[in-house]
């Protein structure tokens, strides 16, 4: 079966909702099809200052959350990129095929450097793409599940297996983005305008699905919607409300055209009054699983090794094969 290939950084401590609807939702449904690869990327987590005590910490409940959204190892090989060390031997290759004006376009780092100030960003923040390229290429993926924003790495990728396999011979499968168009981009509950993040969003905008379900349901009550009272998905003039149908119909697996109809003739409060309870709904489980698995460290180390250890006998193949290519001596 065709093979996907994802990750999430384990740096913000909660997933917060764009990460679960633009992303893990996906993966949950994907591993039933296909053959599927999903890491917490701790690699990717250092291109900015990690404490030590709290990447660790973090990096377990990542994968805590994963397995609470629904991912289950018997499906699917859940691991942490550092334990297996193919995807920075294999970076170091597609960095030496990347150009230094291609890597300058890609616009995640630009705006992270601009944030952090361009002095004090790593050369690590700037090569950041190019470890995800190898991420996915050491597996082969054939699509490769995400949001909006990672679209241009995606790209990238595509770009440097072609660029590899026309140079050395076919090598690399050319991935997909696989980007559902409905939840591509979650936006922030007080600024609609703005992608939902950690970095960019208010704290009031930003739904974490680890914090309090009643603090929650309140940031939902609270979201910014406008002035006029028609329930209408329509992003360009009405993005919060268009925001809102988008969760809310994810979450309920109702169409926004069926909820269009519900909601004719009410006002805003009913519809953010029922989004907060399907919200809590959601995240009150989610919480207690995640939970679950983090006062079970042993089993959630051993699921990850076990997964590190599918993950290596793909990746270290890969990685053999591609050594090869490049004209490495094999070390006999
Ligand atoms: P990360 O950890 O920033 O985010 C994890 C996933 O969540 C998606 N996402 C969103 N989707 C919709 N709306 C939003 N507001 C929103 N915010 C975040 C992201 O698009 C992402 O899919 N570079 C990646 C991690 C990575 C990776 C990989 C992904 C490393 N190697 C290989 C795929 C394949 C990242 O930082 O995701």
């Not at 603090?215 to 992003?235: E, F």
Request: with cysteine.
């Amino acid at each position: 079966s065709p093979r996907v290939l994802s990750g999430i950084q384990p740096t913000a401590g909660s997933f917060h909702l764009g990460n679960y609807l633009g992303a893990v939702r996906q993966w949950v449904a994907l591993q039933e099809s296909h053959d599927a690869f999903y890491m917490v990327v701790d690699l990717h987590a250092i291109t900015v200052p990690q404490d030590p005590k709290e990447l660790r910490a973090n990096t377990r409940l990542a994968a805590a959350q994963l397995l609470a959204a629904g991912l289950d190892p018997e499906r699917c090989t859940l691991f942490v990129q550092s334990h297996v060390p193919e995807h920075a031997q294999l970076a170091w290759v597609m960095n030496c095929l990347t150009g230094f004006g291609e890597a300058s376009r890609m616009t995640q780092f630009k705006d992270k450097s601009a944030r952090q100030g361009a002095d004090r960003a790593s050369v690590g923040l700037f090569t950041y793409p190019i470890l995800q390229v190898a991420d996915i290429l050491l597996y082969q993926a054939n699509e490769v599940p995400v949001g909006e924003d990672q679209r241009q790495h995606v790209e990238l990728t595509r770009d440097l297996a072609t660029r590899f396999n026309g140079r050395y011979g076919e090598t690399f499968t050319v991935p997909k983005p696989y980007i559902l168009k409905e939840t591509a981009k979650i936006y922030d509950l007080q600024e609609p305008s703005v992608k939902m993040s950690k970095s960019a969003s208010t704290p009031k905008g930003l739904i974490n699905l680890l914090d309090e379900p009643k603090a929650t349901a309140k940031k939902v009550r609270s979201a910014v919607t406008d002035t006029d009272t028609v329930i209408r998905y329509d992003p360009e003039n009405k993005p919060g409300v268009s925001n809102l149908l988008t969760i809310y119909s994810t979450l309920t697996g109702t169409g926004v055209a069926e909820l269009e109809a519900t909601y004719e003739g009410k006002g805003y409060g009913a519809l953010k009054t029922d989004l907060a309870e399907v919200m809590v709904e959601f995240v009150t489980p989610f919480r207690e699983r995640t939970q679950q698995y983090l006062d079970d460290p042993e089993t959630l180390d051993s699921i990850l090794a076990k997964g590190a250890e599918k993950a290596r006998a793909v990746a270290a193949e890969t990685l053999a094969r591609a050594y090869d290519r490049v004209g490495f001596l094999p070390a006999k």
